[in-house]
């Protein structure tokens, strides 16, 4: 089987959660060198805080996980993310379990021992689905009790309008996109500016701090600061 033909800007991102250190490290590798970016976690704990840390394009995690289980834990990610494609691992064959996992929301099973060039497959599979069924791009978000309108440049909070600057809006609908993940200071600058320095490093924090004075009318809504590393717009249930 060939490597994918990627850059590194453009590698699938791929979360994989195995307990097992020694089957983690040899799958990764491998998957690796078929041309995918994966980020390896070793318990459920970990697997939910590097799901947080940055967006990814399919999860696979391992059911009987230290900590936190592969159940639970696609719990959490479902809750901050009904798209994204979960793939189990799992030694588990009883009907029950499978059950369970469809109904939390996974995507598919693949049973140990596997075949690890099946997995490949798998994942391309699940991939290609996922890029058909991204929706067309949005122009109007719901954020809390905010109703943002990127098209229009607005930002309506019951009866108030706030207009945004074309800079403000751009910035506030890559938030959007990627509600309760971490969004990298580097991708806003390069997606916003088209560089990354200080300069417009320093005014990437200035446009933060406006759009966090425009939604604090809400107290549910959030704008995080991961120092050095991003930002994550957060909205409590």
Not at 10 to 27: R, S, W, Y
Not at 35 to 46: M, P, Q, R, S, Y
Not at 119 to 130: A, D, G, Y
Not at 146 to 155: A, G, P
Request: with cysteine; aromatic share 10%.
């Amino acid at each position: 089987m060939q490597p994918i033909e990627n850059t590194e800007q453009t590698k699938p991102e791929i979360l994989f959660v195995e307990d097992d250190q020694n089957l983690g490290i040899v799958i990764r590798d491998f998957l690796k060198l078929k041309g995918f970016n994966i980020t390896l976690a070793l318990d459920g704990v970990e697997g939910l805080e590097k799901y947080q840390s940055q967006p990814y394009d399919i999860c696979i995690l391992d059911v009987n996980l230290p900590k936190m289980d592969g159940f639970q834990l696609a719990r959490e990610i479902r809750k901050m993310n009904q798209e994204i494609p979960i793939l189990f691992l799992t030694a588990k064959t009883m009907d029950e379990d499978k059950v369970e996992g469809f109904n939390i929301g996974a995507d598919d099973y693949i049973s140990k021992p596997f075949n690890i060039e099946e997995l490949v497959l798998r994942i391309k599979v699940f991939l290609r689905r996922n890029k058909m069924l991204q929706p067309a791009d949005r122009d109007i978000f719901k954020i809390g009790e905010y109703e943002f309108n990127h098209k229009n440049l607005s930002l309506h909070y019951k009866d108030q309008e706030k207009n945004l600057t074309q800079r403000e809006a751009d910035i506030l609908k890559l938030l959007c996109q990627n509600i309760g993940s971490v969004l990298r200071r580097e991708d806003i600058l390069l997606k916003i500016w088209g560089q990354d320095d200080y300069f417009v490093g320093r005014s990437l924090d200035v446009f933060l701090s406006k759009l966090r004075k425009y939604l604090k009318n809400d107290p549910n809504v959030e704008i995080q600061n991961y120092h050095s590393v991003g930002f994550k717009l957060i909205i409590q249930e």
